[in-house]
């Protein structure tokens, strides 16, 4: 089923609720399947229910293997990790980005993209770049210059920066925040203001600034 278009639906098969790229085009997240059902057998969309006890399966397969990468990780989600590098200064992480692609794809046959940064908020930022052009990236991309920061700041969406939700997203283009590079330029008090030091340690995030640290699992 690699390179063909993929639907899976809600509990009772209810809504779809993940797309492979290739069905994209035709089905929106969220469509009721049965309304679909003739897009569906147009396009040749394979369906499947849901299989929650596979998927946390496979999800501990992956960090698992992710795990052996560094000591220090965060299971962020289902389909997310955080990992620190700290002493990898003589290491290249794009290499070490691309073995653990490769390690990942041997071990589950799951496809994942890497994004680098000194931040956790920007490696969000470079991920997104690694994955959308995955064909110049081959996965991997690294915010490891001030220049590529900047540029890829001001490719990003204010919507899409991790952390700012529809609310917030709507508030700040009403004063003109388009990319999460306009956020970085706001001044630190009025953030702090309008938005709290959560928004204020998004920004200096942003800015390259580390301030969100790993999380433990309690």
Known sequence: ??????????????????????????VPMGAVAFQYKAILKQHNITVFSSNYPLYGDMSQRVMDVLSTYSPDIEVYSIDEAFLQFKGFENYNLDDYGLDMITKVKQFTHIPISVGIAPTKALSKVANKIAKKYSDRTKGVYSLDTEEKRIKALKWTKIEDVWGIGRQISKKLKAININTAYDY???????VRREFSVV????KHELEGKPTLQLEEIK
């Open 184 to 190: 970085t330029q706001l001044h630190d008090c009025y």
């Open 199 to 202: 928004g204020l340690r998004l």
């Open 1 to 26: 089923l690699i390179g063909k278009p993929i639907v899976v639906l809600s509990n009772n098969d209810g809504c779809v609720i993940a797309r492979s790229n290739e069905s994209k085009p035709f």
